[in-house]
């Protein structure tokens, strides 16, 4: 009999429990419904109160971007790819591939610009956008684990990054990829980690568990809508609802497909965000969410293949056509894809990966030169700081992982995705290096910008967190929430500060190529209305031509090897040396009518490199 009386007095004891456990998962919804709605009422006002300092710093580097964007001359890379990619059109940036110099989809993209009849626009329009929308969800992903002083100062931080600036306003497709990945972690987030904020935060959609609550499926969301008294809608497919969480998966995959079909390196940091996905939810015991975003990452692969079949297709065709002891010499484009697409598909694929971007290097050349090609990696980040960083890098590492942990087991979910992204993609960079033995051009690893700036802002919250720790444990947490805001403060307009500083650094704005600055210097004098021909020693000043004098005056000059009016070279041209010459020069000091030149022409421009000639009249 008392061992009933026990069991019924526990039962009920459960229900009280049960129903006080309801009532405060009712009450914290309640609470983040009024705080969403509070969100929505605040205003511009209110909303430019709390980012503040981030809207100063957007609005001053977009000003300083359009600057760059029109200012700085563009260098041979980026007139390489106005000229011959940009400039013939979308279709022809998305089938040609004659050169790993195509960043296909950013030349795609700026085609569409370039019709704006802006060629600088063209050439650097897509950067800009992405350079801007980089800021943007930088902010927004640190704003999901810390403060927004501290989420600001850590897009200052990226903001003053030396290679950050450079690719900001470039007619190359680093800048984009930078957006790609920002967007891909950013979707990746709302697809892992369930927000705390309110309707319109953590549970941006319909049909999804509501973690907070406990309330799962429609019974959740007739819950969630009776606590707030607001409406969630979805969206029925074949009648059941789905979330907008779905299409953040289509969001990611469509991220991991434009940066690979972008740059093809990009690889560098696809695998490690898939990876940071999928660890993090193998920790969090989520495997139905794991294998959508296998299924996410694996469309993205399939949709990156077929986009790079057509280059395959397209190259191998032209390739077929042209060979003389081939089946297929002189015969059509069509008919090559009509009765050999398996060759023309081969032919490409085989033209492509013979002539990759990043060649393999000697292993014993790679161990004895790893540290120093990653201070050189270092160096485009803060220049003459890349032992520096390489340590706080190393620093900042340790404290990640230990702020992981720790975030882990205190179910701190935003602040855990957070340190594991920025871990895995810091790390896997050496342990790629190290697999492929390859040192890439520098400026592959631009996107890493977004990610230590990321390490560096976690660094300070994880430092704060051991203050906050010694402060409860000596009992002095009256002043700790005010210390807290006025550090944040500070560390974000000194953050500012610095980025103001660094973008006014002579490196910074001195341009990519001095070459190309010489030429622009020697074209920005001539008076295209008073000749009409023209001779060009080199390839730069060729594409200069090209860019400056046919595209942004509009005025065509004809080439003339004899009698031009106006003769630009290289100042090596104009002596004995000049002999010989190799690329980028197209011309010899022979080659040159010296006779039409001093009897008609006169020195018009002249610096320590190039010089220029111009007809008497």
């Not at 609470?31 to 981030?54: C, H, I, Q, V, Y």
């Not at 960079?429 to 390859?438: A, D, N, S």
Request: hydrophobic share 45%; net charge positive.
């Amino acid at each position: 009999m008392e061992m009933k009386n026990k069991k019924n007095t526990k039962a009920a004891e459960a229900g009280k429990g049960a129903k006080a456990a309801t009532a405060s998962k009712a009450a914290n919804a309640s609470e983040a419904a009024t705080a969403s709605e509070d969100d929505g009422k605040r205003g511009p006002a209110g909303f430019f109160r709390e980012n503040a300092l981030f809207c100063l710093l957007f609005c001053g580097m977009g000003i300083y971007y359009l600057w760059r964007m029109f200012s700085i001359p563009p260098w041979y890379d980026e007139l390489y790819t106005y000229e011959n990619f940009i400039d013939r059109g979308v279709i022809y940036s998305m089938i040609h591939w004659p050169l790993p110099n195509n960043h296909v989809f950013f030349s795609a993209l700026s085609a569409v610009l370039n019709k704006l009849g802006s060629p600088y626009i063209g050439l650097r329009g897509i950067s800009f956008l992405a350079s801007m929308g980089s800021l943007l969800l930088l902010y927004r992903i640190l704003r999901k684990a810390v403060p927004a002083n501290l989420a600001a100062a850590g897009a200052a931080l990226f903001a003053a990054m030396y290679n950050v600036v450079q690719q900001a306003a470039q007619g190359r497709g680093y800048a984009l990829s930078g957006f790609f990945l920002l967007a891909a972690v950013n979707c990746l987030y709302e697809i892992c980690v369930p927000d705390a904020g309110g309707i319109s935060g953590a549970f941006a959609g319909t049909g999804q568990e509501y973690e907070k609550g406990g309330q799962k499926g429609e019974g959740g969301i007739k819950e969630l809508q009776k606590i707030s008294g607001r409406e969630i809608k979805g969206r029925k497919i074949k009648g059941r609802k789905i979330d907008r969480r779905f299409w953040y998966y289509v969001g990611f995959a469509a991220c991991l497909t434009g940066g690979l079909y972008t740059i093809a390196s990009n690889l560098y940091w696809v695998v490690p965000v898939c990876m940071a996905g999928g660890l993090y939810l193998l920790f969090s015991g989520k495997y139905k969410t794991l294998f959508r975003l296998i299924g996410a990452s694996l469309t993205a692969a399939l949709a990156t293949f077929g986009l790079y079949t057509i280059i395959w297709l397209a190259i191998g065709s032209n390739f077929l056509v042209k060979e003389e002891a081939g089946p297929f010499f002189g015969k059509g484009h069509f008919y090559v894809l009509l009765h050999a697409p398996f060759a023309a598909f081969s032919r490409g694929m085989q033209a492509m990966l013979s002539d990759p971007n990043i060649q393999s290097i000697d292993r014993s050349r790679f161990n004895s030169e790893f540290i120093l090609y990653l201070e050189r990696v270092a160096n485009q980040v803060y220049p003459n700081g890349g032992r520096i960083l390489l340590v706080l890098t190393a620093v900042g590492l340790v404290l990640a992982l230990l702020l992981c942990i720790r975030a882990f087991r205190r179910k701190d979910m935003p602040v855990f995705f957070l340190a594991l992204y920025t871990v895995v993609l810091t790390v896997m960079v050496p342990v790629f290096l190290t697999m492929q033995c390859v040192f890439p051009y520098l400026r592959v690893f631009t996107y890493m910008g977004s990610v230590l700036a990321m390490l560096f802002v976690l660094m300070v919250y994880a430092g704060a967190n051991m203050v906050r720790s010694l402060m409860v444990k000596g009992k002095g947490t009256e002043s700790l929430a005010r210390v807290g805001k006025a550090t944040a403060l500070v560390f974000a307009a000194a953050g500012i500060l610095f980025s103001v500083y660094s973008c006014r650094l002579p490196e910074y704005n001195a341009g990519y190529d001095s070459r190309d600055n010489h030429i622009y210097a020697a074209l920005k004098q001539l008076d295209e209305q008073e000749v009409d021909t023209v001779l060009v020693g080199d390839v730069y000043a060729r594409l200069n031509l090209y860019f400056h004098i046919r595209r942004c005056r509009g005025k065509e000059l004809v080439m003339d090897y004899e009698q031009p009016d106006y003769v630009l070279m290289d100042k090596v041209q104009t002596g004995p040396e000049g002999e010989a010459l190799v690329w980028p020069y197209e011309m010899n000091t022979q080659d040159f009518p010296w006779e039409w030149i001093e009897e008609h022409m006169e020195v018009v421009f002249e610096d320590d490199s190039y010089i220029a000639y111009q007809v008497v009249k």
